[in-house]
């Protein structure tokens, strides 16, 4: 005789296994109770079959485990990446070291080719390319930033930047091309600087601008070497 189970309490229960369609569908199985005769009881019992798993054993015979389907919905939540909108890291970082690079070039070739200009001395007075370089580095950063970056940058135990560590961190992408973004922005100002004091003293500074573009220590050597000379000609004149 098959037995009939409840999910909810696997409580047996056992109907005729000769009992019409017409009686069967009066049984209550899982809470509900079927009412209905005819076709549409054959409908529901064929539905009710199809939820029912069979379990058969020599010993206890053949017995029905009503087994519910229940949905199971995984949310996933969504955070910004680059890679969601279809960019991935390299290619940020390839344009950021690109168009920064292009950026600084008009200012330089303003104090180089017109230093005296209206505009060139407009211009070099204004802060706003240094505050797009460093909204710039400062999303590069956020993007290259891992939890592990200060442990590698500050290994020694007292607490000192080592160069192993370091030459390990800038073989990332994005970290170089911040890297590259924060050199351009500290270049960019000593060449300001460098301008400045040059119109301020009446010294000649367009290599030294040229050079901070190429190598800011060496730009600002040559700027105060060249003044120290302009002023013993002047002494000497």
């Given at each position: 005789?098959?037995?009939?189970f ?11 296994a ?12 899982a ?29 206890g ?6 087994r519910p389907?229940?949905?199971r ?67 590069l ?70 050079l ?21 000609a002047?002494r000497?004149?």
């Open positions: 005789m098959p037995r009939f409840c999910c909810s309490c696997n409580a047996p229960f056992s109907p005729q000769t009992a019409p369609l017409k009686t069967m569908s009066h049984l209550p199985v809470g509900f109770r079927y009412a209905r005769t005819g076709p549409v009881a054959r409908r529901e019992a064929l539905g009710l079959r199809s939820k029912l798993g069979t379990q058969w054993s020599f010993v015979g053949s017995r029905f485990v009503l389907k229940v949905s919905i995984i949310y996933h939540r969504r955070g910004f990446s680059p890679s969601a909108s279809g960019i991935t890291t390299s290619q940020i970082a390839s344009s950021a070291f690109t168009w920064g690079t292009v950026a600084v070039l008009p200012f330089y070739t303003l104090m180089v080719l017109a230093p005296n200009a209206k505009l060139t001395k407009r211009t070099m007075e204004s802060s706003t390319p240094f505050v797009i370089l460093g909204v710039l580095y400062a999303y950063l956020h993007l290259s930033w891992t939890p592990d970056k200060l442990g590698s940058m500050f290994a020694s135990k007292y607490w000192l930047p080592e160069l192993p560590g370091i030459a390990k961190m800038f073989t990332n992408e994005m970290t170089l091309a911040s890297a590259w973004i924060h050199l351009l922005a500290v270049d960019l100002f000593a060449a300001r600087q460098v301008f400045h004091d040059g119109l301020k003293n009446k010294v000649e500074t367009r290599h030294s601008v040229s901070c573009l190429l190598s800011c220590p060496i730009g600002i050597a040559t700027h105060a070497i060249t003044k120290i000379l302009t002023k013993r002047n000497s004149h």
